[in-house]
């Protein structure tokens, strides 16, 4: 499975964006997929995930209520709509697959995708 996220850029504070998550493979729809981010000096931390049958999601505590995570299988997309917008939102976007169920860590991932830099202005 090869994964390109897109949708990053420049927001105020505040505002919305929704990233894209494209996957190759016929496998895609069978996946767990996770969103994940790292701001500079920081780690990479787990925003959202979603399982493969789009029924479960699980959200980073730091963004329930903003961000919502879903997925077109007919697509090999999922998506991250991201609402309310800070500074501290600021970070690369990476957007990983799996097998294993709603995992919240890097190695609970097999194939990530390249990032997408998102930058919230105060």
């Known amino acids: 499975v090869q994964l390109q996220a897109s949708g990053g850029g420049l927001v105020q504070a505040g505002g919305s964006m929704r990233l894209s998550c494209t996957a190759s493979?016929?496998?895609?729809?069978?996946?767990?997929v996770g969103w994940f981010r790292q701001a500079p000096g920081k780690e990479r931390e787990f925003v959202a995930g979603i399982i493969r049958s789009d029924t479960t999601t699980r959200y980073a505590e730091s963004v329930k209520g903003r961000f919502t995570i879903s997925r077109d299988n007919a697509k090999n997309t999922v998506y991250l709509q991201m609402n309310s917008l800070k500074a501290e939102d600021t970070a690369i976007y990476y957007c990983?697959?799996?097998?294993?169920?709603?995992?919240?860590?890097?190695?609970?991932?097999?194939?990530w995708g390249q990032g997408t830099q998102v930058t919230v202005s105060s």
């Open positions: 493979g016929r496998t895609f729809s069978s996946t767990n």
């Open positions: 990983a697959s799996g097998v294993r169920f709603l995992a919240t860590t890097v190695d609970g991932y097999d194939f």
